[in-house]
């Protein structure tokens, strides 16, 4: 039987994708074919089909919303699992909610308002997946993860299911202990607080305001694509380096928010990634700090 039979035995055929290319599934809209992409619907298809592919020593990645990655132009050889709209579900117990990874987290900031739960407005701009966001402690306008993470259910390296308490996370910034040790989240629990739905609807509508204000959102991106230099702000020192609107192909610095590399005119991710690594260099050259990108690089460029 070949891994495709395989893959559709333990996932269903409508979850199987072969060739299936990943400026579909990310939110740069660049990116090659993976050799399969799957879309798992349970945690027990999760946890087979790892299994599975750690058997056969097939490549593997788990995604969540694409929001945060690029994908080369010749593609993924192996099998990017997708867990995001098939695992989706939202649970909420007084102050507490919980989520499978895939739950987006403007879907999750907004049952907590409907609540009247406050804490998670921060995220409520977040174009992610909880999962993706417990992996990396996503956070923006002061708030982060961190803050309101008490648990989760992950697949551990060894295949088997296990809670992790918020203390045991390693939570730092952009980083957790899932995102070295290779465990997979399949759900996770936050701690939020009661509070007004009024006054958490118009804090969220403040920080969306604040972010289409000052924000390309009307052009594909992978939002702050350099993770911020202690001490520094990545998009201050691409501005100060003279780089607002540099291009590379169909990729640019945004020029309304020069921490956002942008997809201006049908780049490729060559173009994403010699841009990212072009202004890397230059920032370096002037200033003697070195920018890491936030996004994910897989695949063959």
């Known amino acids: 039987m070949d891994l495709y039979q395989e893959l559709c035995g333990i996932l269903g055929e409508e979850n199987v994708f072969t060739k299936e290319p990943m400026s579909r599934h990310t939110t740069f809209r660049a990116g090659g074919p993976a050799d399969f992409f799957v879309t798992p619907e349970k945690e027990g298809q999760v946890r087979k089909t790892l299994s599975l592919l750690k058997e056969a020593q097939v490549p593997r990645y788990i995604m969540g919303n694409g929001s945060n990655l690029l994908v080369g132009d010749r593609g993924y050889r192996g099998v990017i699992l997708q867990i995001c709209k098939k695992m989706n579900r939202i649970r909420i117990q007084d102050t507490v909610i919980q989520a499978q990874a895939g739950a987006l987290l403007s879907k999750i900031a907004a049952e907590a308002q409907a609540k009247g739960l406050t804490g998670f407005e921060f995220a409520s701009g977040i174009p992610g997946s909880l999962g993706g966001a417990a992996m990396m402690n996503a956070g923006a306008y002061g708030g ?27 939570l730092g910034y952009r980083s957790s202990v899932f995102s070295r040790n290779g465990g997979v989240i399949l759900s996770a629990s936050i701690q939020l607080e009661p509070g007004d739905p009024s006054a958490i609807q118009s804090r969220m509508e403040e920080l969306k305001f604040l972010r289409t204000s000052k924000q390309p959102l009307e052009y594909p991106s992978a939002g702050s694509t350099f993770k911020r230099p202690e001490g520094y702000f990545a998009g201050k020192l691409i501005q100060d380096a003279g780089l607002r609107g540099f291009q590379v192909g169909g990729a640019q610095v945004s020029e309304k928010h020069c921490g956002f590399v942008i997809n201006k005119d049908q780049a490729s991710a060559m173009d994403i990634r010699s841009l990212m690594e072009q202004v890397s260099e230059k920032v370096y050259t002037r200033f003697g700090v070195r920018l890491e990108p936030e996004v994910k690089l897989i695949g063959e460029f």
């Open 144 to 170: 982060e993860m961190k803050q309101v993470l008490i648990q989760a259910q992950i697949l551990n390296a060894s295949g088997e299911i296990e809670d992790v308490l918020a203390e045991e996370m390693e």
